[in-house]
């Protein structure tokens, strides 16, 4: 699948699931309103914070997708992570902060209208609503990943293209969020004890505090500068090492520019009897392997140079080691 592919894509899946927000916000607002349901009022939230996620990750999309120039040579891609980091933030104080913080006060005051059956017809109309726009986002995970070979919840976890992965967790939060906004209500109807519509709220709350969290974490992992899982460097690695005027790969570099731009850069040491030209005919040839295998790659620099010796004698081999690669696991990286 081509660049310009998977960002249609993106923003096809982030625009289906805002509008779905939006409409579903509505809907749940009347009825938190005409109920006066402490969950009705917190989903209603939940759903605004949504909203402006997927208007945030919007600008992230359109933003970070922006041509290189003369004062940003590598592109703009890393600002999708600040607007999709934006987006984290939202949902963390907006959607989070308004339920535990009405929860709380539900369960102290103890005020419901007693109007269930249109909170009941919102929270249907809404899991269907919310059920569509998760399918869209589990559909593009599931080409994704077989696009790397990997299964759908590594490709969630390891994932530089943060905009998939918000979507799919405020999804599939959302429709937990409903469950839990059901089982309160219903809790709440049939004892008379408004404090099981309240804890309802604050573990919609924490719900988003999770994953808020969990967003966060993984934008700000790519804003620093984030490599690529360990099998992909291997591979990466194999192939430099693969080049005819090659002796062998001392230090191998990389990180993400962007959702689908890759950075990578090595120390190579090269045969002692390779020319000025065999270099340069590795160098492209490095770049034609690496970008047919991982079309994600936009750069390529090889830096001739001798290998180093370690203390044993023998040469010190710099690439990423074991303990290193392990953080790879972490959010944020391609499978």
């Known amino acids: 699948m081509a660049e310009a592919e998977v960002k249609s894509e993106s923003v096809g899946t982030v625009v289906v699931a805002g509008v779905a927000n939006l409409a579903i916000a509505v809907a749940k607002l009347v009825a938190g309103l005409l109920s006066g349901s402490a969950a009705m009022l917190s989903e209603a939230a939940h759903s605004v914070a949504d909203t402006t996620t997927e208007v945030l990750l919007y600008m992230a999309l359109r933003r970070g997708a922006r041509p290189a120039d003369t004062r940003h040579p590598f592109g703009y891609g890393k600002e999708s992570y600040v607007w999709a980091f934006l987006a984290a933030l939202f949902t963390f104080v907006v959607g989070a902060g308004f339920a535990i913080t009405h929860g709380v006060t539900t369960i102290l005051v103890h005020e419901h209208t007693g109007n269930y059956l249109t909170s009941y017809i919102v929270l249907a109309i809404s899991f269907a609503i919310e059920s569509v726009s998760l399918a869209r986002a589990v559909r593009q995970v599931r080409n994704e990943s077989r696009r790397w070979r990997a299964t759908p919840r590594r490709y969630l976890r390891l994932t530089a293209d943060t905009t998939v992965k918000a979507v799919f967790l405020e999804d599939s939060a959302a429709l937990v969020g409903l469950l839990l906004a059901a089982a309160g209500l219903t809790l709440s109807h049939l004892t008379g004890d408004e404090m099981f519509d309240g804890v309802a709220s604050i573990l919609i709350g924490v719900l988003l505090l999770v994953v808020a969290g969990i967003l966060a974490r993984s ?39 962007g959702p689908e731009d890759i950075l990578v850069a090595a120390k190579v040491d090269f045969r002692d009897d390779a020319t000025g030209a065999d270099i340069e005919a590795a160098a492209d040839e490095a770049e034609r392997r690496l970008t047919d295998r991982f079309p994600e790659i936009g750069y390529v620099f090889l830096d001739p140079t001798r290998s180093r010796r370690g203390s044993d004698g023998h040469r010190a081999r710099t690439t990423q080691d074991e303990d290193e690669r392990a953080v790879d696991q972490e959010p944020g990286g391609v499978p």
């Open 219 to 257: 934008n700000i992992s790519l804003l620093v500068g984030r490599a690529v899982s360990d099998r992909v460097h291997r591979q990466i690695e194999h192939e430099l090492a693969g080049l005819p005027a090659v002796d062998r790969v001392d230090t191998l570099m990389t990180m993400f520019l």
